[in-house]
């Protein structure tokens, strides 16, 4: 009898599915992609095909040029070779997926990085019954848990509020974060305009396209440093303290990130305003969504793959660590 899951071959490269002769997020160009979703480290360009949905594919060609892509809607499933694939929502950036595989009787869910909280800026992480999750583990330690996300916009809002004579600049990814994090303002009712980095200029304007009403954006980049007191300024994180941001009006420097849990991290980007929202599941939501789904096995793509592996030991739940290259700390 074959075991579990026989069927997908991982490779340090990415997942490969010889019976549908495609590969999962790879790593390096293949002639079929499938692709969790837009962030560089799981969508590469120079892949003969790819198979996404329709964001992905936008934020793929915005960043890589046009890609010879096949949009896979949500709930649609499509049949390659001898399997039977479908793509559900993540709930981590705009148009981002797990990847559902069915064939010899046995499913397989593919999760790409993904959250367990809402986002106004994509649809929710859809829980998928299945026989293996393969999962991602960036925040699979204890110690990251990440706090209420409206909790930490309040800080930065009081912030904003307590210094009129100075900007904040927040530093935020600039796929899925910077979008986020203009989207909790607003619904917190900071309607007055937010100033961008050019880097964020493109995908702003994508997440429009796809009806994500972020209110008025205005370049940050020309003005007097008056003309920016009492106001927020979002930045991709590489410009927190560069040449750029030296002439903003006395900023106070904030970050959006799963990674401001640690304080060390904190100082060294000389983080005056640590802000701890995260587009990944911390150590709670990935623990719960395994006992949620009740899979026979966890397969772990990268992150904290030890402790996420050890818990499900513990469990009596078969794991193993995959081991995946290419996959970053991004600044999440």
């Known amino acids: 009898m074959a075991r579990l899951g026989s069927w997908i071959e991982p490779h ?5 599915v010889p019976a549908a002769d495609a590969w999962i997020d790879p790593s390096q160009p293949k002639p079929r992609a499938l692709v969790t979703h837009g962030h560089a480290d799981h969508a590469r360009g120079g892949h ?3 198979l996404a949905t329709t964001e992905t594919l936008a934020i793929m060609d915005c960043r890589y040029g046009a890609q010879t892509g096949q949009p896979v809607a949500y709930g649609e499933s499509i049949r390659l070779g001898e399997v039977e694939v479908s793509f559900v929502p993540a709930g981590h950036v705009l148009g981002s997926a797990q990847i559902v595989l069915e064939h010899r009787g046995e499913r397989i869910v593919v999760s790409g990085d993904y959250k367990r909280r809402p986002d106004p800026t994509c649809l929710p992480f859809e829980p998928v019954p299945c026989d293996i999750f393969v999962t991602e583990a960036t925040f699979g330690l204890p110690v990251f848990r990440h706090p209420d996300t409206g909790a930490e916009m309040d800080r930065l809002l009081e912030a904003l ?4 004579d100075r900007c904040v600049l927040v530093g935020a990814y600039a796929l899925g974060k910077a979008q986020r994090v203009i989207m909790e303002l607003r619904g917190r009712g900071h309607d007055a305009p937010i100033y961008i980095h050019g880097a964020l200029q493109r995908l702003c304007d994508l997440y429009r396209e796809f009806g994500v009403e972020l209110g008025t954006l205005l370049p940050a980049t020309g003005l007097k440093a008056a003309e920016l007191k009492g106001s927020i300024v979002i930045a991709p994180p590489s410009a927190l303290n560069d040449r750029w941001s030296r002439r903003l009006p006395d900023p106070i420097t904030a970050m959006a990130s799963g990674w401001m849990r640690i304080r060390q991290r904190a100082r060294q980007k000389n983080v005056e305003l640590p802000l701890v929202i995260s587009d990944h599941a911390d150590w709670d939501e990935l623990t719960a969504t395994l006992i949620e789904l009740a899979p026979s096995e966890v397969w772990v793509t990268h992150g904290r ?3 996420l592996v050890h818990w499900c030991m513990t469990r009596q739940i078969k794991a193993r660590a995959l081991d995946l290259v290419g996959y970053e700390d991004e600044d999440d």
């Open 48 to 50: 003969g095909a790819v």
């Open 161 to 164: 509020h307590a210094n009129p």
């Open 12 to 16: 340090p490269e990415g997942i490969y």
């Open 305 to 307: 793959e030890d402790a």
